[in-house]
């Protein structure tokens, strides 16, 4: 298996610019989860799905994310319009039925210039 | 929701000896403790994990303890050596309702000094 696939793996955009994240679980993980990482705040949850469903989005900073997963194979996260703070490593990640083993995503590291 | 809170902050210690990071976690209910490893510029990878119905698990080098009563885990490093310095995370979940959801700890620097 060739485990989560993000891309792209880095993005540079300026301020107000929409960006989309791309990921793909590992094939038979039924949870995918997009976490951010900073140096100030550490990894933080955005939001998951379970079988293709949001389940808990309370960790998205605001109205100007979204995350869609239109099927089993496909996520996207997207920013419009990015802001500098939106700067961070993104992470996706995916885990199987009972839930033990998150794998994660080499990341994208978005850049908001 | 779930609170972990991880200690400490950053850890060097000499080649060869051992290293242990602590967490606390509040919510009783959490039943899944995982470890992860980061290396810098790269993703975090599993690299133990403990359930609720065990207090030890070791393999290799690496071995990790719960105390469920008292709400903390730790990761015990033995023989440190230079390619275990890293960002450790430890983390905690319980089961909510259809899926796994998990809380991290703010990470530890470790350095492994030659």
């Known amino acids: 298996d060739a485990g989560v696939i993000q891309s792209p793996r880095h993005e540079v955009t300026e301020m107000g610019q929409e960006v989309t994240l791309r990921c793909k679980p590992i094939s038979g993980h039924n949870s995918l989860f997009w976490y951010r990482q900073t140096m100030m705040r550490g990894l933080e949850l955005l939001i998951y799905f379970n079988n293709n469903v949001p389940i808990d989005d309370s960790g998205m900073p605001e109205d100007r994310f979204s995350a869609k997963m239109p099927n089993a194979s496909f996520s996207t996260l997207k920013i419009q319009p990015s802001e500098p703070r939106d700067s961070a490593v993104y992470f996706c990640?995916?885990?199987?039925?009972?839930?033990?083993?998150?794998?994660f995503g080499s990341g994208t590291r978005l850049t908001v210039v | 929701g779930e609170n972990v809170e991880q200690h400490p902050s950053t850890l060097s210690v000499q080649e060869g000896d051992s290293a242990v990071i602590k967490c606390t976690y509040s919510d009783s209910a959490s039943n899944y403790f995982p470890w992860y490893k980061q290396e810098l510029g790269k993703r975090p990878q599993l690299i133990i994990d403990?359930?609720?119905?065990?207090g030890e698990k070791k393999d290799q080098r690496i071995a990790v303890t719960l105390n469920k009563t008292a709400k903390h885990f730790s990761l015990h490093i033995t023989e440190t050596q230079p390619e275990d310095s890293a960002v450790y995370f430890c983390?905690?979940?319980?089961?909510?309702?259809?899926?796994?959801?998990?809380?991290f700890g703010s990470g530890t620097q470790l350095t492994v000094l030659p």
């Open positions: 990640a995916s885990s199987p039925r009972d839930g033990y083993g998150y794998t």
């Open positions: 403990i359930r609720s119905n065990v």
């Open positions: 983390a905690a979940t319980g089961s909510s309702g259809s899926a796994r959801q998990l809380t």
